[in-house]
């Protein structure tokens, strides 16, 4: 049983080798540790500090790509060479690295295909109040977008096993974090999450310049993870509520046609049926959609099989060759 652990890393040379001096060397049930990062266009010598402690593997990109892609680079990459579990945790020692253990027990003892770590953020002292509430509510929605029971969908610190991994699908380039909940929810991939623990900020936050820029990234990634994975119940939702509304417009302009005045609210009479036609073509483009839906699963499923085949091709030649040396 083979885990890597990777990094994703943008400048963090001040704070990486911490990160990696705290990663554990020995966990019951595995029998062989290595260690990832994602380079993801550092500007200082993140690859030299990562080399020089002593990491099995880099991926470098020329440029910053951001979170989400250098995750699934880092998938990738973790796929090819062996990984039987990955596990995702921060450069700036966010996490306690002792908890990884209890991220991988549950996929070690056949529970669950991803783990996710439940940080204590009512308890974090370097989260502020409005902070605290947009990570309860962001957790809420996801919640309610993927049904399923994660209470703490931002958190990065989190283990897939191989079959998870290899299902794994980020579109947005923002993060992984809050689609890869609703893709697994929506596919009923085994999902839980275990209580972690957190370390004091090193350095402030750099995926986000602003607290209503995150917001406002968060839900839009939210919103089109729903449109992806249950468009017809998206489109549906929205086409009934406009035609409410269309409706409601439409029974106010015929109480004041049958009082006699109903020719001072022709506008009503305008706006009610384009509320209407307008709520009719959002059911279409549901159906329409959900029709592009189950033709995507089907991708999606083509994928699997063409990645299992390349991966499970990959860890026999690196099995070949560990066993040859």
Not at 38 to 45: A, C, E, L, P, T
Not at 139 to 156: F, H, L, N, T, Y
Not at 167 to 186: F, H, K, M, P, S
């Given at each position: 049983m083979k885990l890597i652990i990777q990094i994703p890393c943008y400048n963090e040379s001040e704070t990486l080798e911490i990160a990696l001096n705290d990663l554990p060397k020995q966990i019951d049930g595995i029998d062989?540790?290595?260690?990832?990062?994602?380079?993801?266009?550092?500007?200082?010598?993140?690859?030299?500090?990562?080399?020089?402690?002593?990491?099995?593997y880099v991926v470098n990109f020329k440029g910053n790509k951001g979170l989400a892609k250098g995750f699934m680079a880092g998938i990738d990459a973790c796929l090819r060479n062996g990984a039987d579990i990955i596990v995702n945790t921060d450069a700036d020692n966010q996490y306690v690295a002792d908890d990884i253990e209890k991220l991988v027990r549950p996929i070690l003892n056949g529970e669950s295909d991803i783990v996710i770590g439940e940080r204590p953020i009512d308890q974090t002292e370097h989260f502020s109040p409005l902070k605290k509430k947009l990570q309860h509510f962001g957790?809420?929605?996801?919640?309610?977008?993927?049904?399923?029971?994660?209470?703490?969908?931002?958190?990065?610190f989190r283990a897939y096993s191989r079959e998870a991994a290899m299902?794994?699908?980020?579109?947005?380039?923002?993060?992984?974090?809050?689609?890869?909940?609703?893709?697994?929810?929506?596919e009923k991939i085994p999902m839980t999450s275990v209580p972690i623990r957190t370390n004091g900020e090193l350095r402030p936050s750099r995926l986000f310049n602003s607290m209503m820029g995150y917001v406002k990234k968060s839900m839009l990634t939210i919103v089109r993870a729903f449109m992806m994975y249950k468009p017809l119940q998206f489109f549906m939702i929205l086409?009934?509520?406009?035609?409410?509304?269309?409706?409601?417009?439409?029974?106010r302009f015929l109480c004041f046609f049958v009082q006699g005045v109903g020719g001072g609210h022709i506008q009503s009479l305008i706006l009610a049926s384009m509320m209407i036609i307008i709520g009719v073509l959002c059911g279409i483009v549901g159906l329409?959609?959900?029709i592009i839906a189950a033709n995507r699963k089907i991708l999606e499923d083509i994928q699997y099989h063409v990645r299992k085949m390349d991966y499970d091709g990959c860890k026999e030649k690196t099995s070949d060759k560990n066993d040859t040396e």
């Open positions: 062989e540790i290595e260690y990832l990062i994602i380079n993801d266009g550092s500007k200082d010598n993140t690859v030299e500090v990562a080399q020089n402690w002593g990491v099995h957790s809420w929605v996801v919640r309610k977008a993927s049904k399923s029971e994660i209470p703490d969908a931002p958190s990065g299902r794994l699908n980020v579109t947005n380039e923002y993060t992984y974090t809050l689609e890869t909940i609703v893709q697994a929810g929506r086409g009934s509520v406009l035609t409410l509304i269309g409706v409601g417009i439409g029974i329409q959609a959900d």
